[in-house]
């Protein structure tokens, strides 16, 4: 299966939010101490660097003059 790095990076981020928003790992184990606040500040970063991405790739194919 292909997958691009945008879609990699959200489905990242999806997970992430998942388990911060349950208190709970995919897996259904509860997130042990300050995980659910990890997990909701790296879905933040993650987010930020999907958006920056993609603000590069814009960049890259703009014409030049």
């Known amino acids: 299966m292909d997958i691009d790095l945008d879609t990699a990076?959200?489905?990242a981020v999806?997970?992430?939010?998942d388990s911060a928003e349950s208190g709970c790992m995919p897996s259904g184990e509860p997130l042990?101490?300050?995980a659910t606040?990890?997990?909701r500040e790296a879905a933040r970063h993650l987010?930020?660097?999907r958006h920056?991405?993609?603000v590069l790739?814009?960049?890259r194919q703009a014409p030049r003059d």
Request: no cysteine.
């Open 9 to 11: 990076l959200q489905a």
């Open 14 to 17: 999806n997970i992430l939010r």
């Open 32 to 34: 042990p101490g300050r």
């Open 37 to 39: 606040e990890l997990h």
């Open 47 to 49: 987010e930020e660097l």
């Open 52 to 54: 920056e991405l993609a």
């Open 57 to 59: 790739a814009q960049l």
